[in-house]
């Protein structure tokens, strides 16, 4: 009995330290650090590895699920820092995350932060194998400015991001527009920030891949629930500040074609949720409609054929692939031209929805 316990030991251990050595020892700075900061380090597998100083503190764990089942658990070292490596590779890509340190949350002070979750987090970048589709590169640059517009609806003047393609500045020319909504817990700067709209949008047009548009993004008034009651959420108030105060303000500001057919609306996440709604509500606004990982239409959703040219819907592989799949299947069997993508090997996550920003855009106003 002792000798089959002592094997069962072994066999354990060795499994242990063969695990460990396959953890590859080429961790590099997130290029999500705040400058000069070592940690949180990547490695070419995909393993995040963090680091923090908290030498009063009982327990440290990084949270929101990096490495699964619960989060990270960091070991205490002899110089007050606590240490530790995510069990598995992460999703290529953004990642949102947090520090739990004797049960409170905390941000990394070696990462930047970014708005989600209702809050400012830090994030982590994973290197993805194609991330040059939406890399800083040596192209001609658009810009990205903050307008604040007038909301007799809500009494106050709110907030909008509005990307301009290279050249706009130095021409006459008009452009369609694309209004592009954030995810719940998010807010404007999502898409520029987190998910690299402008960056996308400049290699894009660099390449001679699309027409130059211009980008709309605006917070969705969806924070106000909380996790769990998104489904009392009522379009109503947003939808009269998108369609009656934010697009006319626009329009007069900025050089756009007026008119549905060069206007666009898609929504990531709870942003598609209420993409759908507005869409189905005002037909007459938007001519092209994006869902990404926001939910599906039906045809029966769409009242008439007409009101819609070109219907995109996407979602990760680790989301709802088989159902948008057999949704944009029925709404072209019913006529209704639609397009679905699923982004490889990724969830509800920013990768996703970059990429499907870049599979979207070249197909809007044609």
Not at 193 to 217: C, R, S, T, W, Y
Request: hydrophobic share 35%.
């Amino acid at each position: 009995m002792k000798k089959i316990t002592l094997l069962i030991l072994l066999s354990f251990l060795t499994i242990g330290f063969s695990l460990q050595a396959q953890i590859k020892d080429d961790f590099k700075p997130s290029t999500k650090n705040q400058p000069g900061q070592e940690y949180p380090q990547v490695n070419s597998q995909g393993y995040a590895r963090f680091k923090i100083f908290a030498p009063a503190a009982d327990s440290v764990r990084v949270s929101l699920g990096l490495g699964g089942r619960g989060g990270t658990k960091l070991e205490k070292t002899e110089d007050g820092y606590w240490m530790g490596t995510t069990e598995g590779p992460m999703d290529e890509g953004f990642h949102y995350y947090n520090v739990n340190i004797d049960g409170g949350k905390f941000n990394d002070p070696g990462a930047k932060n970014y708005y989600g979750s209702i809050r400012w987090e830090s994030g982590i970048e994973i290197p993805a194998h194609d991330a040059d589709f939406y890399a800083l590169k040596n192209v001609p640059h658009g810009f990205v400015q903050q307008i604040l517009f007038p909301s007799p609806s809500t009494n106050t003047s709110r907030r909008a991001f509005v990307y301009t393609p290279p050249g706009y500045e130095k021409g006459d020319k008009q452009y369609p527009v694309l209004y592009l909504q954030h995810g719940w817990g998010e807010d404007e700067t999502a898409w520029s920030n987190q998910g690299h709209a402008n960056l996308i949008m400049d290699n894009l047009i660099a390449e001679g891949k699309i027409d130059p548009f211009i980008i709309v993004m605006t917070y969705g008034m969806t924070n106000e629930l909380k996790w769990g009651h998104l489904h009392e959420f009522k379009i109503e108030p947003f939808q009269t500040v998108l369609i009656d105060e934010l697009i006319p303000y626009v329009d007069s500001h900025f050089r756009t074609k007026a008119n549905s057919a060069n206007r666009a609306m898609a929504g990531l996440s709870m942003g598609g949720f209420e993409t759908r709604m507005v869409t189905m509500n005002r037909p007459d606004v938007f001519d092209y409609w994006g869902l990404l990982s926001g939910g599906v239409y039906k045809p029966e959703d769409i009242k008439t054929k007409s009101d819609v040219k070109s219907i995109f819907i996407s979602t990760g592989s680790k989301e709802r692939p088989v159902e948008v799949k057999a949704a944009v299947d029925a709404l072209n069997e019913a006529g209704i031209k639609a397009i679905a993508y699923v982004s490889p090997d990724t969830a509800h996550e920013f990768l996703t929805w970059r990429r499907s920003l870049y599979q979207m855009a070249p197909l809007l106003f044609k």
